[in-house]
């Protein structure tokens, strides 16, 4: 049986693309590419993840925080790749979360991460 994992493009696929691109192509994983990108988006998007490598089983679209949450919870997604904590925090912690860094959310610097504290329980 496949692993299922979700994967954003954002942040995270348009980070480390050879990394994805290697992960997508693997056997092992039914890929699922949950982005916050309109649906309106969609010719752009599939091309852009065709020329990066990417191989995926199928698109969703979340129209908001909670509702990247509710699309990995619907497909039991158990692993899901994703930079922004307003999206982690709302996935379930049934699903193992990866947060990969990048020049948005951490400051080298400093060795931290950027941005506020976010309080899950805010909307």
Known sequence: MKIKIGLDIDGTITEHPEFFAALSQSEKFEVHVITGRGAEDIKDTTAELT??????DKIHHADNWEDK?????????????????????????????LKPRNGGNWNSARM?????????SQK
């Open 69 to 97: 949450g509710r699309v990995c919870k619907e497909l039991g997604i158990e692993v899901m790749f994703d930079d922004q904590d307003e999206y982690i925090s709302r996935i379930s912690c049934d699903t193992l979360v």
């Open 51 to 56: 020329a990066l490598g990417i191989r995926w």
């Open 112 to 120: 931290g991460w950027v941005g506020k504290v976010f309080d899950a």
